[in-house]
């Protein structure tokens, strides 16, 4: 009968959730496309990828984006056109990821923000572009009709690393963060997200640098050890100095070999 043997494989997965680093100094390059329709109120909007983009988040390729004038920014899905920013997990994006670099109330009709709207901007040369996704908006609250929220979405071609920029935070009782939600979720449900900012003031300033990025390969529980050398790479399970044919069985988690003969 064949020999069973078990036995402990080195195996490592990516951090499940982002984990952010802030900086200081962060700046928005000027000029940028604006995206159609997006000069509005509680609306959502495609936009367009740079063309041959790739880019992961929560490790899923992003093909699609959609952008909220109320902060969000949804991966292949629609983004949510909720006013009301909530704790999240929110109740917006569905079963898509969704980057909240500052989810609030803002108003970019033409009437209300002179020169509002979300804008698009790509910088650099494949293989290694940023792609920008700027808003410039009011608070529907605000008296002004000039932009005083200014931020940005930077993805990064052939990265998982997402980052927010904040370069205009706000007036009054909207000021710093003080009505707005940050951070990351994988769904609208589940424990896949990341909060770094609810209603709190002071969790955006100008000038602030978020830095989202999902931790390096992790071990699982074993012997094994993580990226350890197996103790006997030729698969010699008899000892015999030779190579054995082996199966492995899932449903069991065995391996069936047939041992070599001298």
């Known amino acids: 009968s064949p020999l069973v043997k078990n036995f402990s494989l080195p195996v490592g997965l990516q951090g499940l959730n ?3 680093t802030l900086a200081t100094g962060g700046t928005i ?3 940028g496309t604006l995206v159609a329709g997006s000069t509005a109120d509680d609306a959502a909007v495609a936009v367009t990828l740079p063309a041959g983009w790739s880019s992961t988040v929560y490790g899923t390729p992003v093909t699609s984006l959609s952008a ?25 994006g569905g079963a898509s990821p969704t980057l909240f670099p500052s989810w609030d109330d803002y108003d970019m009709d033409p009437a209300d923000t002179v020169g509002g709207g979300i804008y698009v901007n790509t910088v650099g040369t494949a293989p290694n572009r940023e792609f920008y996704v700027e808003w410039r908006a009011t608070h529907f ?33 909207n000021v710093d963060g003080t009505s707005a939600t940050t951070g990351i979720q994988a769904a609208s449900t589940g424990t896949q997200f990341t909060q770094t900012s609810f209603n709190t003031a002071g969790g955006t300033v100008v000038g602030r640098i978020r830095t989202l990025t999902r931790p390096a390969g992790q071990c ?18 008899d000892g015999d100095g030779k190579s054995d044919l082996s199966v492995f069985r899932p449903a069991e988690g065995n391996w069936y070999l047939n041992r070599s003969t001298a």
């Not at 002004?144 to 009054?172: C, M, P, R």
């Not at 074993?222 to 030729?234: E, S």
């Open 68 to 92: 909220s004038t109320n902060g969000m920014l949804t991966v292949n899905g629609a983004a949510g056109t909720a006013f009301t920013n909530t704790a999240l997990p929110g109740a917006v």
């Open 29 to 31: 390059p000027a000029g």
């Open 220 to 237: 699982t529980p074993g012997t094994g050890g993580c990226n350890a050398a197996p103790d006997n790479p030729r698969a010699d399970f």
């Open 141 to 173: 609250s605000d008296a002004t009709t000039a932009i005083n929220t200014n931020f940005a979405v930077l993805l990064t071609e052939g990265s998982d690393v997402v980052k927010y920029v904040h370069v205009l935070t706000g007036v009054g009782a």
């Open 18 to 20: 982002y984990v952010e």
